[in-house]
């Protein structure tokens, strides 16, 4: 394939495009605000990101590369179709869900990242062991759509990899480095557009090649494959199942659909911002949906492709820029390749910017530099961009099972983080010997369940388990959401366990290493002993009464409203008054 330098050019001018929305929106950011929340701005965006661009910058996280491309391939590959193309499904009502349950709690209570309400309630040692897996979705998602990124430029315009790879990686981290949340919003609203309007435009012309037959004949009939519509086999309900809830209920706790949650003005507004993404997710499925369609219903020996088709050839992962390369015009080619490479940036500077935010506030500076100047906040999320940035890329670059590895990350956010919003949320009385508990019972479950994209073979065998391809095990049975409702039915027995062997006597004080029951109930204590000493409060006062939390945490929370139960009592300032 020769160099095309009309591609080529297509592209410069997008990231250029890009590249100064980022910088005028890092400029933005400057000016917002004060020096002293600084590090909140960068994070959440000031909690100021209105209905329009949030949700726009929304909608683009989860509407990325792999979303696009994992769809029409979907679509595409014969004995799956339609059918098994759950991700706008399933987001959709990842993004409803979330809006209806989560946003709402988690914006009111004025958190800056996802994983506060963890450390607030189980301590920062859980915190961290829950940023683990929240690290390994977000950096493996990056590198994954960064090596998608580096293919689909390949099959165009025929440049290499590698530099393909590196420069998007380059401009992404570039205007998250200096911009953050407002430099991400702001592009994605560009990217989005361009995604939008660059697939729309191709579909027609697509379409009408000589090429292709009718789509609506290829969805119910067999002409060169098996019909796009797809089907689900009485033996694959289960697989289709656990998979469908993994991406609608795993695809809830990320730090990249809280950043925005947490950035939006009111709670009110984080609610309707994920209910316009979840329409936003469906609307930008359809025309990759129907290039999906497309490419099952062209004769490619027909085409400048020639045969074998695209999966002999084993490129049917592939397939939407095949179709925009062999069925398109030459200049409407370039500008669908221009919106793929906008739908990968706009999820892969969402993944960087989430991991380092979580790095910088809940591991640097709520677990060991709670006094941290809010410049210095600012220079570790600098820091950790470039790394995370450049960790992605070299992963996408060197990585034989970048996807491998990204699914076997998020199920772990799945199983793990998922169980665990659960009960910090809406489980009363859940203690960190709990949280660890379902952590571990949740990963050992998953772990030995397999995984064939990394050619780990099972050791627990479910029912309907088979021998597959390179001879490894592959299980039908649901044992991914197993493993969740293990993981979360396991915190609750175990909280309540503890609680009752430390409050009863049965285990002694000094047993309690992590400080999550008998430490806390003295602090409750207390707190009670030293107010009823105090001239300014009844007996029958105690009872709204809250006990007072560890200063050293609560202090590092920039926005104070997280912790809603510290308000200034109206009886107490009438006592006063008295």
């Known amino acids: 394939m020769a160099f095309h330098v009309e591609g080529l050019v297509a592209i410069v001018v997008f990231y250029l495009a890009i590249l100064a929305v980022g910088i005028w929106a890092a400029w933005k950011t400057k000016n917002t605000g004060n020096e002293g929340d600084r590090s909140e701005a960068i994070i959440v965006g000031g909690r100021d990101i209105g209905l329009l661009v949030g949700g726009f910058t929304m909608t683009a996280t989860w509407v990325g590369g792999g979303y696009i491309n994992g769809t029409a391939e979907a679509v595409y590959v014969p004995g799956y179709g339609l059918a098994w193309a759950q991700a706008p499904i399933g987001y959709s009502l990842s993004l409803v869900l979330g809006g209806l349950f989560f946003a709402k709690p988690m914006r009111s209570k004025g958190y800056v990242t996802m994983l506060d309400p963890f450390q607030q309630l189980y301590g920062k040692r859980m915190g961290g062991l829950l940023f683990i897996p929240a690290l390994m979705g977000e950096m493996f998602w990056a590198a994954a759509i960064f090596s998608a990124l580096g293919a689909t430029i390949s099959v165009i315009i025929d440049i290499n990899v590698n530099i393909s790879v590196i420069v998007s990686a380059l401009i992404a981290t570039m205007y998250t480095l200096v911009g953050g949340l407002y430099s991400v919003a702001y592009t994605d609203v560009v990217q989005l557009f361009c995604i939008f309007l660059g697939l729309w435009i191709s579909v027609p012309f697509a379409m009408s090649h000589p090429a292709v037959t009718d789509i609506g004949l290829t969805a119910v009939q067999q002409v060169y494959q098996a019909p796009w519509l797809g089907s689900v086999n009485s033996s694959d309900i289960y697989t289709w199942l656990d998979n469908f809830l993994l991406l609608t209920l795993g695809g809830i706790p990320w730090?990249?659909?809280?950043?925005?949650?947490?950035?939006?003005?009111?709670?009110?507004?984080?609610?309707?911002?994920?209910?316009?993404?979840?329409?936003?997710?469906?609307?930008?499925?359809?025309?990759?949906?129907?290039?999906?369609?497309?490419?099952?219903?062209?004769?490619?020996?027909?085409?400048?492709?020639?045969?074998?088709?695209?999966?002999?050839?084993?490129?049917?992962?592939?397939?939407?820029?095949?179709?925009?390369?062999?069925?398109?015009?030459?200049?409407?080619?370039?500008?669908?390749?221009?919106?793929?490479?906008?739908?990968?940036?706009?999820?892969?500077?969402?993944?960087?910017?989430?991991?380092?935010?979580?790095?910088?506030?809940?591991?640097?500076?709520?677990?060991?530099?709670?006094?941290?100047?809010?410049?210095?906040?600012?220079?570790?999320?600098?820091?950790?961009?470039?790394?995370?940035?450049?960790?992605?890329?070299?992963?996408?670059?060197?990585?034989?099972?970048?996807?491998?590895?990204?699914?076997?990350?998020?199920?772990?956010?799945?199983?793990?983080?998922?169980?665990?919003?659960?009960?910090?949320?809406?489980?009363?009385?859940?203690?960190t010997y709990g949280a660890i508990a379902g952590y571990l019972f949740g990963l050992v479950l998953r772990i030995t369940g397999g995984e064939p994209y990394l050619y780990l073979q099972p050791l627990i065998y479910y029912p309907g388990c088979y021998l597959g391809e390179n001879n490894i095990y592959i299980q039908r049975f649901p044992f991914k959401t197993l493993a969740m409702l293990t993981s979360f039915f396991t915190n609750i027995i175990v909280s309540y366990l503890a609680k009752y062997l430390f409050e009863s006597g049965t285990l002694p004080p000094k047993l309690d290493f992590l400080d999550a029951v008998v430490a806390r109930y003295s602090r409750e204590h207390m707190d009670k002993a030293t107010l009823v000493k105090s001239d300014n409060i009844v007996l029958n006062e105690l009872a709204p009464v809250n006990p007072r939390h560890s200063l050293t945490l609560s202090s590092t929370f920039t926005n104070k409203e997280a912790f809603n139960y510290v308000d200034s009592s109206p009886e107490l300032s009438n006592t006063e008054d008295n």
């Open 255 to 431: 730090q990249a659909y809280f950043q925005r949650v947490l950035s939006s003005s009111s709670a009110t507004y984080a609610q309707v911002l994920s209910f316009l993404a979840a329409f936003g997710c469906l609307v930008m499925a359809l025309p990759a949906v129907l290039i999906g369609a497309i490419g099952a219903s062209t004769a490619w020996n027909e085409t400048e492709y020639g045969v074998p088709d695209p999966i002999t050839k084993k490129e049917a992962d592939m397939i939407l820029p095949i179709v925009l390369q062999y069925l398109c015009p030459v200049y409407i080619s370039f500008f669908g390749l221009g919106a793929v490479s906008a739908a990968v940036m706009s999820s892969a500077d969402s993944s960087i910017l989430s991991a380092s935010s979580m790095f910088a506030r809940n591991i640097y500076q709520l677990s060991f530099r709670q006094n941290a100047t809010d410049r210095e906040i600012v220079w570790v999320m600098r820091i950790t961009v470039f790394l995370f940035g450049a960790s992605a890329t070299a992963m996408a670059l060197l990585a034989s099972s970048v996807y491998g590895l990204w699914y076997l990350s998020s199920d772990l956010v799945y199983i793990i983080i998922f169980p665990q919003l659960l009960c910090v949320l809406f489980i009363k009385g859940t203690n």
